[in-house]
């Protein structure tokens, strides 16, 4: 009953103060590491999510591997991760975990506003990673899986539990813009000309974005 207890109050404390907001034009900046700096969204799922796509943009000079969005529900706290490192992405449904590498004619040396999106199929397993709207080699996890409802989303931490445990060495410093997140697969069309196109109507949306700063992270307008 304590831990039961324990959790209604995080939960509680985590969606309590949701804000709406269009961020057309603008960006989030992390701009230095912590342990307590994110960005926190409650996805509106009426049911267990079965199948979903998220796309966002960052910019970074980071060296180091960074957390970009982190997923979690009470019963595990890898629903969704995001994690990009040097040469390779690695990305968690319902806590199992897959590396993409990164191709040299994707991957740059230099800073650039890189644009990630990340499919999932659950009937399948089938995960589909797209940088600067050029797929990767699909793979499989989570087969026959799903997401409860009961979730929460950090962008720029890594949750290792549900709502906190977190690790600065794990955080991201930089800009990031145009988070978004659906409750279905996208097409390909879709995803190649995702900067380009107005975006279908989503459970998360850049344009209208239901959100909490914790910490230091600063909304400013985007310098590109």
């Known amino acids: 009953m304590e831990t039961l207890h324990h959790f209604l109050l995080i939960f509680a404390g985590l969606a309590g103060s949701l ?15 912590s342990d307590n700096s994110y960005v926190l ?9 079965q199948r979903f ?46 590396r993409f590498n990164i191709p040299g004619n994707i991957y740059q040396t230099t800073s650039h506003w890189e644009n990630a999106c990340l499919t999932w199929e659950g009937m399948t397993g089938i995960i589909q990673l797209w940088i600067d709207s050029q797929p990767l080699p699909r793979k499989g996890i989570a087969k026959g899986l799903w997401i409860p409802n009961d979730v929460v989303a950090m962008l720029g931490q890594e949750q290792d539990s549900y709502g906190g445990s977190l690790d600065a060495g794990q955080c991201f410093i930089g ?28 459970l998360v949306d850049w344009t209208a974005l239901d959100f909490e700063i914790k910490g230091y992270v600063v909304i400013e307008p985007a310098l590109q």
């Open 19 to 33: 804000a709406q907001e269009c961020l057309d034009g603008k960006v989030f900046v992390f701009p230095s590491s």
């Open 53 to 98: 796509t998220i796309c966002l943009s960052f910019f970074t000079d980071l060296s180091n591997s960074f957390s970009l969005i982190s997923v979690a529900s009470r019963e595990q706290d890898n629903e969704i991760l995001l994690m990009k490192y040097p040469n390779e992405y690695e990305t968690c449904v319902r806590g199992q975990c897959i």
């Open 41 to 49: 969204l409650k996805p509106a799922l009426k049911q267990p999510l």
């Open 175 to 202: 800009e990031m813009a145009k988070v978004y997140m659906w409750d279905t697969v996208l097409p390909p069309e879709q995803l190649q000309r995702m900067r380009k196109d107005t975006v279908p109507p989503s």
